[in-house]
């Protein structure tokens, strides 16, 4: 969407605060032991309380109230009463929500407790990279730009991009124009960014994989080659300037 009012910009401060304090407390709230129903069971109720509601069930009757993937899913993990989080585990947490007729959408990735296993290094990488790009997304700048900027970086690192995962437009519904806002740079994407629309800025940085995969269950998604993958993202309002990031309260970047 684009925001031509103050009403608008008010309604999705409010829809984004909501999904950005549920991720935080979510992320907070996770320990070893617990399943992934319980964490999602918990997102679900922290959202009903502040009057929003799950935009992945709304909008594709998505089995949780919110994405929760373990260690080799990439994204869209359903949550399971028979899926027990353990030490060193990588999550990704993905959560979007309706509130008053506004969308917003925001995720990220972390290794629960101590890291067993080595995967806070590119837990870092997509949230730095994330970092960069939206730091250089602003009114006329190619879209494309930006997700070569994101492709470069995450290569400056050693890692890949997921080429079928990107960021969107959002603000009126859960996914609007732009459709796509690629983590490498599609030539045949002529679009720019422009002046007070409101998207959904994500990074998908990859060990091994270049592509998702969906399997049997028809959402989770895993990488072609295995591998494991980092997720981190804010909607944000585009200006001529530095973005508004909408999603800030969720503090993935701290």
């Known amino acids: 969407m684009s925001i031509t009012k ?7 401060q409010k829809v984004s605060e909501a999904v950005a304090r549920t991720l935080k407390e979510m992320r907070n709230f996770a320990r070893p032991g617990m399943t992934t129903k319980e964490l999602d069971d918990f997102g679900g109720q922290f959202l009903k309380d502040l009057g929003a509601k799950s935009a992945p069930y709304l909008t594709y009757g998505f089995p949780g109230w919110t994405c929760i993937s373990v260690n080799k899913e990439f ?30 959408d925001n995720g990220g990735s972390f290794v629960l407790g101590t890291d067993v296993y080595q995967h806070q290094k590119l837990v870092e990488a997509s949230k730095q990279i994330l970092h960069k790009a939206i730091d250089n997304i602003k009114s006329g700048v190619r879209i494309s730009d930006i997700g ?18 990107t960021g969107h437009g959002v603000g009126r519904s859960l996914h609007e124009a732009p459709a796509e806002i690629a983590n490498y740079r599609d030539r045949f994407n002529l679009a720019k960014f422009k002046k007070n629309s409101v ?26 080659k295995g591998g494991f993958m980092a997720q981190h993202e804010h909607t944000i309002v585009v200006t001529d300037g530095k973005p508004i990031i909408l999603t800030a309260m969720n503090e993935i970047w701290n």
Do not use: Q
Request: net charge negative.
């Open 6 to 12: 103050e009403s608008e910009l008010t309604g999705m």
């Open 75 to 104: 994204c869209h993990g359903i949550p399971s009463d028979k899926r027990i989080l353990r030490e060193g585990d990588l999550i990704n947490i993905d959560v979007s929500a309706e509130l008053g007729g506004f969308w917003s």
């Open 148 to 165: 070569f900027l994101i492709e470069t970086e995450a290569k400056k690192r050693g890692y890949k991009v997921i080429k079928n995962l």
């Open 199 to 224: 998207v959904a800025i994500e990074t998908f940085i990859s060990t091994t994989s270049s592509y998702a995969e969906t399997l049997k269950d028809g959402w989770t998604m895993v990488g072609n």
